[in-house]
């Protein structure tokens, strides 16, 4: 009888499991939109270099915005973008597929527009330029590094993202587009470049009470409008000649002016050629270097380096992987590297490195101080995903992210045209010259650190 009653008992109690199943609604597939959605979530959950998400739960950050209506792909994009935004990094962002392939052209070596490399103020939510690239319309029109832009053809840049308005100012050779634009020497008191940008705001009013401050403060700026007429921009990165001497010395000269495809292999032809023409000794001019790919710098610390540390990156466990040079240099032949405030991100990798490592001396002014490393993603839609997955540190551990290096012999560049650069009338490279003309305060890589004398 007792076994009876518990049989029936669990009979009665599967019955009605599975009438509360029945009437329990079933787990929704996700839609396409929404697979989208999730995929750029998981790569930023498995590789953003902070692991607080800018102290917000990263799990109830997707369950909120899943719960938005997601009809449209735009709809979708507009939803990333906010869930980025949240980061507070604007490095961090969603490449929509022509700006994509954008991107990817621009590495590679070839695009069309004025050729600017720029960032953004957090404060102001301002666009700042890092460097003109040389030879372009901008550089050509004078715009110079840490500028303001502060317009694109009328269009408040306050309320750009970076790819937005870097897609506003490419464009159809021939085409023109109107920059307003307040100079670095006119600004206030500097604030804190922490780069974020105006889209990080989660709400209007936010948005509206930067934006009003943005405008009075900019009253009391002069303000420029320079009409720019987009072409296609010539990326080869590298210029370099043999320059003699008076006393009889021939010192090679290589101005890098971007960190592409082709840098290193044009570096390596450069100095393969000088060396064989008996240079004796190299400047290596950075300035206005607004970086570029990773690797390239890693390659090209390697033509200068032997057996020592490149770079440092951390990751946000605080794990610290190395780049290392093995092999034996191009050359030993003494190295000046000249570095200003457009010098960034790879360049001051590589300046970090040769600095470090007692193979260089720097002269200049201090560097940007971009020290952060992106990661590129392929998204399912043709779309793609810059996440910051790590920090760099130079060899001896300097962080340089919003510090920059400083260089062992500060020379404050005086006004010159671009023609003149590298010239007589350029005193930063006249330093480098003298410096490698005096066997006393320059040394060959043999040489240890602590043997190099300093001024």
């Not at 990165?237 to 021939?250: F, H, K």
């Not at 998204?379 to 779309?383: C, F, I, P, Q």
């Given at each position: 009888?007792?076994?009876r009653i518990i049989r029936i008992g669990l009979f009665l109690a599967l019955t009605l499991m599975l009438v509360l199943n029945?009437?329990?609604p079933a787990a929704q597939a996700l839609t396409d939109e929404q697979k989208l959605l999730n995929e750029v979530w998981r790569i930023v959950?498995?590789?953003y270099v902070d692991d607080t998400f800018n102290h917000q739960n990263w799990w109830l950050v997707r369950q909120r915005i899943l719960k938005q209506p997601l009809r449209t792909r735009e709809e979708t994009y507009t939803a990333i973008q906010q869930i980025l935004g949240s980061l507070e990094d604007p490095y961090t962002r969603l490449l929509k597929p022509d700006q994509y392939r954008s991107l990817q052209t621009n590495t590679s070596g070839e695009l069309t527009g004025v050729g600017l490399q720029i960032t953004q103020e957090a404060s102001t939510g301002e666009l700042q330029v890092i460097a003109p690239i040389e030879g372009s319309p901008a550089d050509q029109a004078g715009i110079k590094s840490r500028d303001r832009i502060l317009k694109i053809d009328g269009t408040s840049a306050v309320n750009l993202t970076l790819d937005e308005a870097a897609e506003r100012m490419r464009g159809p050779i021939g085409s023109r587009v109107v920059l307003t634009i307040v100079r670095a020497e006119?600004?206030?008191p500097e604030r804190s470049p922490t780069d974020t940008i105006s889209s990080t705001l989660s709400n209007d009013t936010s948005r509206k009470t930067l934006q009003d401050n943005t405008i009075q403060d900019n009253t009391s700026r002069s303000q420029e409008e320079i009409q720019l007429v987009r072409d296609r921009i010539t990326l080869n990165?590298?210029?370099?000649?043999?320059?003699?001497?008076?006393?009889?010395?021939?010192i090679g000269y290589i101005r890098l002016s971007q960190f592409n495809a082709n840098a290193a292999a044009e570096i390596a032809h450069a100095i393969a050629r000088m060396e064989a023409k008996g240079a004796n000794g190299y400047v290596l001019d950075l300035r206005n270097n607004p970086g570029g790919l990773l690797q390239a710098g890693i390659d090209i610390a390697r033509l200068w380096l032997k057996e020592s540390t490149i770079v440092y990156t951390v990751n946000r466990q605080g794990v610290q992987d190395s780049f290392v040079a093995e092999g034996d240099p191009l050359t030993d032949d003494p190295l000046v590297v000249l570095v200003n405030q457009g010098t960034a991100s790879a360049s001051e990798i590589l300046a970090g490195a040769l600095q470090d490592n007692g193979r260089a001396q720097l002269i200049g002014e201090k560097t940007f101080g971009k020290g952060l490393i992106q990661s590129l993603f392929n998204?399912?839609?043709?779309?793609g995903l810059a996440v910051t997955i790590a920090h760099y540190e130079t060899p001896n551990h300097h962080d340089i992210n919003r510090q920059g290096i400083q260089p062992d012999k500060a020379i404050a560049l005086q006004a010159i045209t671009r023609d003149q650069l590298a010239t007589p009338a350029d005193s930063q490279y006249q330093a480098a010259i003298e410096r490698l003309l005096?066997?006393?305060?320059?040394?060959?890589?043999?040489?240890?650190?602590s043997e190099l004398v300093s001024e």
């Open positions: 009888m007792r076994n029945v009437g329990a959950d498995r590789a006119e600004e206030l990165p590298v210029y370099a000649d043999l320059r003699p001497q008076p006393n009889g010395d021939s998204l399912s839609d043709g779309s005096n066997p006393i305060v320059i040394a060959k890589s043999e040489t240890t650190k």
